[in-house]
Each structure stands twice: as C-alpha cells, then as structure tokens.
C-alpha cells in the first residue's frame, strides 16, 4: 500500500516562509514524477509546483517564491515557500505518479496540509 505523508504546514505571517515535505512510503518500483498541488475555500485544485525527472513546473502565481526539490533516496518531494502572501493560504496536497511491480502507474494523493498566511 502506498502512502504520501506530508508535513510542515502551519500558519505564517505574510512574507514569511514555510517548507512542506511529502514522503512516499510503501512498496513500489519508482515514483515517476512528485509535485504539489493547493485548494483554497471556493476554488478548484491547481497545480503549484512539479518535478520530473529533474525538469521543473511551476504555476504562474508563484513563480520566483517557491521551489520545489526532491530527494530519490528518500522518495521525498520538498516545496519551499518564501515571500508568502495571503492569497497562497489553501489546504496543501502532495502528488506522487508512482509505477508498481506489475508496471502500471497510478497517481497518489496526500492527506493535504493546510497553509494559512494571515497577520
């Protein structure tokens, strides 16, 4: 059984910073790709940031304050926040594309971790 298990969220000042880490426990044959995605009150999910491959995406809106990395030996993805602003407050997901044993790929989901920039 595969599971996501993040941390590190929390509530912060407006320019401040928060890290998330988001770790894949279970057995598996590899994680394709790792990210993060965000939900606010009233808005859909979106895709904040991705890694694959070592090949980075990021969502427009944070571009510049976030970072994300990963670490294969740990099966971790980190998503480092900086310069926050009210308007990134939303429950936080981790994403994971993983591939099992029989080779076929599904897509796993954190528990979420909510995020709250406010003064």
């Known amino acids: 059984q595969v599971q996501l298990v993040e941390s590190g969220g929390g509530l912060v000042q407006p320019g401040g910073s928060l890290r998330l880490s988001c770790a894949a426990s279970?057995?598996?044959?590899?994680?394709?790709?790792m990210g993060w995605y965000r939900q606010a009150p009233g808005k859909d999910r979106e895709l904040v940031a991705r890694?694959?491959?070592?090949?980075?995406n990021y969502a427009d809106s944070v571009k510049g304050r976030f970072t994300v990395s990963r670490d294969n030996a740990k099966n971790t993805v980190y998503l480092q926040m900086n310069s926050l602003k009210p308007e990134d407050t939303a429950v936080y997901y981790c994403?994971?594309?993983?591939?099992?044993?029989?080779?076929?790929?599904?897509?796993?989901w954190g528990q979420g971790t909510q995020v709250t920039v406010s003064s």
């Open positions: 994403n994971a594309a993983i591939t099992n044993f029989d080779f076929i790929s599904k897509n796993y």
């Open positions: 279970g057995r598996f044959k590899s994680i394709n790709s």
């Open positions: 890694i694959t491959s070592g090949r980075t």
